[in-house]
Structure formats: structure tokens, C-alpha cells
């Protein structure tokens, strides 16, 4: 379905790329935020080209071995050694943001909205360190929380508007 | 509303006790030790209070360093504001943990302990992960504040309520495997049983006591107060010094005092003085204000309010069920250790252990003081009201405030909600119920 979706949108001659920031979003991986907040930020100029949602669904990078004597074995041993690097999880031995700059790096993104809902520990205590590698590399980025049950986002709108206006103005 | 508790005097003399005494010289000394720890080349290694190994640490030479205690210390001592500032400033979120953040301020202000001294930066970061994922994050941060190393020790959440076989040996082989080798490597000694276990004998008889101490509250009228002189009590066994000879004789002074106020029939001491009429016997559920720790206090002591049993006492272990620490399982008691303190306790275990103390306690209704960025204690705690409500009949009360940020700490909303609980609770009585 997503393959003809794509097919259907590039032979559509009418649309036409607008000028967006290509920006990663993180910090919602528990859940999908509202298609509210979602339209707002695409409105306010972003194009978000990577998220971290919903992410138990794409928890294992990569193939769980499937030739194996131990199949249970194997599926335990992907869940820990082939997961994402998400806020929930402890790595040892980690450099804390190294893996969302190289997602920064994959998706051509060019900064990096931290959009976690308010009161969500994992993704706010972690906030600071992800910031730090951000920094490090160079890469724009801002933040702010949402409210699951509000619906109201024009402050968002504001902020990821000046967002995105800063990356078009200041990139290159 | 009667005042309750006659001034001055009897406080002084409270502070006199030998027991408080003691305790100051034991902190005062540990903090010194501390701050002598870099020049001296002694090692020491940050944990949490629950979940801490402190036999283990001890046993190694090494000092152990309590990063809630501090917060909570910078509380009481007004610099938390400026602390959560600061953290606020460099990123960290107004939704966390105000612990983290006060930590953090700490840090950056020259990391100045509760006694003015210097604490050292630490050789290990021992991640005892009990129920609270913030354990897990904080120590993400210190370790790359510090680049000190991190040793995870993961404790299996009793979901079921419940400890199995495998989760007691899931926690041994990571002691065995993983915190063993990294005290080794830092402290450059070998692990020694025998004075892990001498340290876990000590730990058991100060834990006797403190639960006898403890249990004194079912008494009427009750001895002491269980959450606000409460903290007090449980303060060396959560701390540095289970398991020290220090630690054996505080808590048999401490019982010794409190088995003379029973005899002389008092109440318990408050910062105004003693309460001479207990008229609501309560218990709490949830940590205490520390910023206003004091008013906090006195708005329940000025009623006759008196806690007598609370949750937040059993943070840093669980003893009146019946655990103690046995020197003949040594890594095996640890486990159990960790895997009981309160914070790894299910929701339908805390609800079962409040029921017990509404109704062990003959408490007149049950208090939940809610910490909103403490995600460990507050999820759930509305379940919690309703089913002990529900379980025991009798009224529960709902009072929010903060851990040691001074901006969530409204004193007048909180004494009007205390005092229409109170008369809730005179209304229930009225009525016969
Ligand atoms: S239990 Fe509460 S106060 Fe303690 S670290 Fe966890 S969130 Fe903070």
C-alpha cells in the first residue's frame, strides 16, 4: 500500500515540493502524538523526515536470526542486542546521542524538534544528554512538551514556525 | 483549633536524647570522611537509598555517597531553589524529578555536601535500579557529568507481588558477575564473605530495633511519630551505616528512649514540643515536603495529628514484614533486600500494606501526600485512595506538594485541605462511623 502511495504521489505532477526545514522528531517514542500536533508542525514549515513514535514497533533493528537451534534464544538475544537506542533502554557502555545524530545524518534532516508529552520521565530526563551530542555536532534544534488531551498548539505553532524559519535563513 | 503540643523545652530537651546525638556525630563524621576522601586516596562510590549495598560497600573500604539524601538535605537547608534554577537553566525539564535536578544544581555549584564540605566525585556509580526508572536516568547523567563508570545492577519489579527463585538468583549472578568485580577493580581488594557477613549480622539486630520502634505506634497514645519523626528514625539504616557498630547502638539507644516515654506515657516529641493529646491517628502514604518540613510538621502536630505508621519509611527496605538481613545467605539476602524496598512493590501490595497499617495502627483515616514529579510514588495513588477507602471504611485525605522544589509547597492549601480532612474525620465519628 505504502509503495503504490508513493508511486500515486511522484507521478502526481501538480505537487511540488514547498520550501520545509526537514526536521527529526524525538522524544514521543511511546506513542503517536495527535495528528493535530503532527498538521501544526507541518504548517509551521517543518517536514518531518524521522520520528521516533510508536517505537515498540520497530524495537529490533535488523533480522531476528531464524536458522538457529534456540529460536526463544535468539529472539531474546535481538531484543537486547539489535534494539533501537531509546530513552527506556540502559546500554552500557553508550555514547548517550550518538544515535540520533547518525539518524540526523541518514535522513538528510537538517534540526531536530525534541516534542516530548509533559511528564514523560524517560524522554525528559534523557533530554539534556541528547541535547549535548546535538550540540556537539552542530545540528539545530529546539523543544517543547505537549499535552496529549489539549489540542492546542498555537504556542508550538509559534515556536516551530521560528523553527523553521531560522534553519531556512541560517543553514547553507 | 486547640494547640496541642506545649513549646520549647521539651524539644530542646528531645534534641538532648542520646540517640539524635549520636546520629549528628555519625553524619558529621561520614561527611568528614568524605570530604578528606581525595587526599587520603579513599574511593567511594555513589548508590541509591533503595536498593543500596551498603555491607557490601562497607566491606570493600569503600564510602558510600546517597545522592537523594543530599537533595533532600539541600531542601531543608533552602538551597534547593537555586539548585533546581540552575538545573532548569542548563535544559533539565520542570516535569521531573525535583530530586534530579536539585542533584544536578548541586553538582554545578561546586558540589558542596550538607555539611559545607566538599564531596568527592565518585569512582563508581552503582545503579541499584529498585521500581524507579529515575535511578536509571540520574545516574545516566552523573555518569557523564563525572565520566565516572556505572555499574547496573537491574532488580526485577515485583509485578506479581511476589519474589521467585529466578529472580533471586537473576540478582545474585549480577552482584557475582557485574558489582563484585567493579568494588574489586575500584577499591583493588578482593571480595571478603566473612566481613560481609559480620556487617549483615549487625544490620539485623539494628533492624530489630528499628522495627520495634517503629510498632510502637500501635500504642495509644503512640510513643512517636511515625513519617515526620519517622524520617529521623530510619535515618542511619537507609543511609551509610547499616551494618556499622554505630548503626547497632543508635537503634538500641533510640528504643531504649522510646521504651521510656512509653513508661511515662508521652506522646510524641514535634519541633514545638510534645503532643499531649492525640486526636487523629493517621497514616501516610507518600515522601514528605522537605522545604517546609518543619511548618509542614507543625500544621499536623497544632490538630494532635499524629502519624503512625507511613509508607515513606519503608523507601530504603521493608523490615516489619518480617525481612531481615541474613549473614547465612549473604548475596541471597541482599537480592530479597533490594527486591522488597517500596518503591519495588507493586500496586496491589502497597494497597495491602496501607490496609494493614489503617487497621494494625487503629488509625482514625489515611493521608496520601502526592509529589507529582515523583512518578514512583504518585502513579497510582488515586487507585490507591479509593481502595483502601474502600477496603477499611475509613476517610482518606489528598494533599499535593513537592519533594524539595519550594515553588509546589502552598502552605495555606494545604492547611485547609488538612483541616477539612480533619473534620471529616470528626464528622465520621460523630456519625458512629
Ligand atoms: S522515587 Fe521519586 S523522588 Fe526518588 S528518584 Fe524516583 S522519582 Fe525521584
Known amino acids: 500500500m505504502l509503495r503504490e502511495y508513493r508511486e500515486a504521489v511522484l507521478a502526481d505532477e501538480d505537487r511540488r515540493s514547498m520550501d520545509q526545514a526537514r526536521v527529526l522528531l524525538a522524544g514521543s517514542f511511546c506513542e503517536q502524538p495527535p495528528l493535530g500536533l503532527l498538521r501544526t508542525l507541518e504548517r509551521a514549515g517543518c517536514y518531518i523526515v524521522d520520528d521516533d513514535f510508536v517505537q515498540v514497533h520497530r524495537w529490533i533493528t535488523g533480522d531476528v536470526r531464524a536458522d538457529g537451534a534456540d529460536p526463544l534464544g535468539d529472539l531474546v538475544l535481538a531484543y537486547l542486542k539489535q534494539g533501537i537506542a531509546s530513552p527506556i533502554r540502559y546500554i552500557d557502555e553508550q555514547v548517550k546521542g550518538q544515535a540520533l545524530v547518525e539518524r540526523v545524518e541518514r535522513s538528510g534532516a537538517e534540526g531536530v524538534i525534541f516534542c516530548a508529552p509533559s511528564f514523560c520521565d524517560p524522554a525528559l530526563l534523557d533530554q539534556p544528554m541528547a541535547v549535548a551530542a546535538i550540540e556537539r555536532a552542530g545540528i539545530p534544534w529546539t523543544s517543547f512538551k505537549y499535552a496529549g488531551n489539549t489540542g492546542q498548539f498555537q504556542v508550538i505553532r509559534e515556536q516551530a514556525g521560528t523553527f523553521a524559519d531560522s534553519i531556512k535563513l541560517w543553514s547553507e | ?433
Not at chain 2, 138 to 159: I, S
Not at chain 2, 185 to 202: Q, T
Not at chain 2, 210 to 231: Q, T
Not at chain 2, 267 to 277: F, H, L, Q, S
Request: charged letters at 25%.
Open chain 2, 1 to 433: 483549633m486547640s494547640k496541642q503540643a506545649s513549646p520549647g523545652n521539651v524539644a530542646a530537651a528531645a534534641l538532648k536524647d542520646q540517640s539524635q546525638e549520636r546520629q549528628k556525630a555519625m553524619i558529621a563524621e561520614h561527611f568528614r570522611k568524605l570530604a578528606e576522601a581525595p587526599e587520603r586516596g579513599e574511593k567511594c562510590v555513589y548508590t541509591f537509598v533503595p536498593g543500596n549495598l551498603t555491607e557490601l560497600i562497607d566491606s570493600f573500604g569503600l564510602l558510600p555517597v546517597l545522592p537523594e539524601i543530599n537533595a533532600l538535605q539541600s531542601g531543608m537547608r533552602g538551597k534547593s531553589r537555586d539548585y533546581i534554577g540552575l538545573a532548569e537553566k542548563l535544559g533539565h525539564s520542570e516535569d521531573v524529578c525535583t530530586y534530579v535536578k536539585c542533584d544536578i544544581g548541586m553538582l554545578k555549584s561546586g558540589n558542596i555536601g550538607p555539611t559545607g564540605e566538599r564531596l568527592p566525585n565518585p569512582d563508581l556509580l552503582l545503579l541499584s535500579y529498585t521500581g524507579c526508572f529515575t535511578f536509571l536516568k540520574w545516574f545516566e547523567l552523573l555518569g557523564q557529568e563525572y565520566n565516572a563508570p556505572v555499574a547496573m545492577l537491574h532488580v526485577p519489579y515485583q509485578g506479581d507481588g511476589v519474589v521467585t527463585d529466578s529472580m533471586r538468583t537473576y540478582v545474585v549472578d549480577q552482584i557475582k558477575k557485574k558489582v563484585i568485580p567493579a568494588l574489586e577493580r575500584i577499591s583493588g581488594r578482593a571480595y571478603d564473605e566473612e566481613a560481609l557477613k559480620e556487617r549483615l549480622a549487625r544490620s539485623a539486630q539494628a533492624e530489630e530495633d528499628l522495627v520495634w520502634v517503629l510498632e510502637s505506634a500501635k500504642r495509644r497514645p503512640s510513643p512517636i511519630d511515625a513519617y515526620f519523626g519517622g524520617v529521623y528514625y530510619i535515618g542511619p539504616i537507609f543511609t551509610a551505616f547499616r551494618g556499622t557498630q554505630d548503626a547497632v547502638l543508635y537503634y538500641r539507644e533510640l528504643r531504649a528512649e522510646i521504651e521510656e516515654r512509653i513508661a511515662l506515657g508521652k506522646g510524641p516529641v514535634t519541633p514545638d514540643g510534645e503532643i499531649e493529646n492525640e486526636r487523629y491517628r493517621l497514616v501516610v502514604e507518600g515522601p514528605p515536603n522537605w522545604t517546609s518540613f518543619r511548618k509542614f510538621w507543625q500544621m499536623f502536630a497544632e490538630e494532635g495529628a499524629v502519624v503512625v505508621a507511613s509508607t515513606y519509611t519503608k523507601v530504603g527496605g521493608v523490615y516489619d514484614n518480617g525481612f531481615r538481613h541474613d549473614p547465612n545467605r549473604p548475596l541471597e539476602t541482599l537480592a530479597d533486600y533490594c527486591m522488597g524496598c517500596y518503591t519495588n512493590l507493586n500496586l496491589p501490595t502497597r494497597v495491602q500494606m496501607l490496609e494493614r497499617y489503617v487497621r494494625e495502627y487503629s488509625a482514625d483515616g489515611f493521608l496520601i501526600n502526592s509529589v507529582k514529579s515523583c512518578n514512583s510514588f504518585s502513579a497510582g495513588q488515586l487507585m490507591i485512595l479509593r481502595e483502601v477507602e474502600r477496603r477499611t471504611g475509613r476517610p482518606g485525605g489528598f494533599i499535593e506538594s513537592d519533594l524539595v522544589d519550594p515553588r509546589y509547597f502552598s502552605a495555606s492549601n494545604i492547611k485547609n485541605r488538612l483541616e477539612s480532612y480533619f473534620q471529616m474525620i470528626e464528622q465520621k465519628r460523630a456519625g458512629g462511623a
